[in-house]
């Protein structure tokens, strides 16, 4: 069966065969980069360079790195750089950060950054921005390098260079007026503003920007957040309609067991965070704890935040809350050490969703 919608598509989205046809809604990937307990780093590398290329190949819009630092189970913490590698061994997707984490770094840095990426891939290239460290606070000192730029609130200020740097439009008496971020390019990345809560996407909103809500950290504050977006947003020079990504935790299998292992292992996960533990678990360790007392009191409490099963009942679930959500595209998120699973949903929900593969 294949469900749509008459949303319309964004280009990524792949070729349309049929002008006629219903058109779907697009469908993306955020990877954490996850280096399962008993693989390294290499390993984790080369596992998304798999599920990018089969996700290019199927006809998903894009595929997105994370920033996370300090964390020893994720191999992301240079996500420019991953980019370059992901983008390299794919023809078609747009491949970018969700996000950078721009208080980590200077605007001029990004905006070089993202210039040499869209240099080297034109038209592929998408910038996620993020206000929070990705990290913990003493990681984040040694990251900036002050305790003024580890609290300072001066994000717009740091977008607004950005913006200027990419776009080489500073004032004429601005002190950066002389400084060129180059190189010198044609296209631009595309720029979105991340969020988890409702000062993302009211920042989006504000500035004519895309808002991409992350509701695998924050379901219960998504809906409201990108209502408000909708209402509140103005036209700018980043876009003059208002646009609306939703990340959702989602896995499809017909297998119940790596249903079960796919909720308990984003449980044990964040579990492990909590206690400062940043290893991601063996499928044997999220075995063990789906038979622990802890998992029967969490299970439910993942209701209407982690969508596991069917690739049917997955589907409805996710169109169900991106259409109540307003959501123009839905990007999936997938932390799991099972490979092969991972593979297969993609595959499920391409087909399910009506997703046009590249040629």
Do not use: C
């Not at 998408?126 to 990251?143: S, V």
């Amino acid at each position: 069966m294949t469900t749509t919608n008459d949303l319309t598509p964004d280009p990524t989205a792949g070729p349309t065969t049929d002008p006629a046809a219903p058109r779907t809604r697009p469908l993306s990937l955020l990877d954490f980069v996850d280096v399962p307990a008993g693989l390294s780093a290499q390993d984790a590398i080369a596992r998304s360079t798999r599920v990018a290329q089969a996700a290019d190949r199927l006809g998903y819009a894009r595929y997105w790195i994370s920033e996370h630092h300090s964390f020893a189970g994720l191999a992301s913490s240079s996500p420019e750089i991953l980019i370059a590698h992901l983008a390299g061994q794919t023809s078609g997707i747009r491949v970018g950060a969700a996000g950078i984490m721009l208080p980590n770094h200077s605007p001029l840095k990004v905006a070089e950054w993202f210039k040499t990426l869209e240099m080297l891939h034109p038209g592929r290239i998408d910038l996620g921005l993020g206000r929070a460290p990705g990290t913990d606070q003493l990681t984040a000192f040694a990251l900036r390098r002050s305790r003024e730029a580890l609290t300072a609130d001066d994000f717009p200020q740091q977008a607004g260079e950005l913006l200027a740097f990419l776009a080489d439009s500073w004032p004429e008496d601005h002190p950066f007026r002389s400084v060129l971020a180059t190189p010198v390019v044609d296209t631009s990345p595309e720029l979105l503003m991340l969020g988890s809560s409702g000062w993302g996407s009211a920042f989006a909103a504000a500035n004519g920007m895309t808002t991409v809500f992350a509701h695998h950290m924050a379901p219960e504050l998504a809906v409201d957040a990108l209502q408000a977006y909708r209402r509140n947003f103005r036209p700018g020079p980043l876009g003059d309609t208002p646009r609306v990504i939703i990340s959702v935790l989602a896995l499809a299998t017909d297998d119940e067991d790596v249903a079960a292992d796919f909720r308990a292992g984003w449980a044990l996960q964040m579990r492990r965070i909590r206690s400062g533990d940043t290893t991601r678990p063996s499928a044997a360790e999220i075995r063990e704890f789906r038979l622990s007392d802890d998992w029967a009191r969490v299970a439910p409490t993942l209701e209407g935040r982690v969508y596991a099963g069917p690739a049917a009942d997955v589907a409805k679930g996710l169109t169900a809350l991106a259409d109540e959500a307003g959501a123009d595209e839905v990007t999936l998120v997938a932390p799991t050490p099972d490979l092969d699973a991972k593979l297969r949903s993609l595959e499920l929900l391409a087909d399910e969703l009506g997703l046009v593969a590249r040629g």
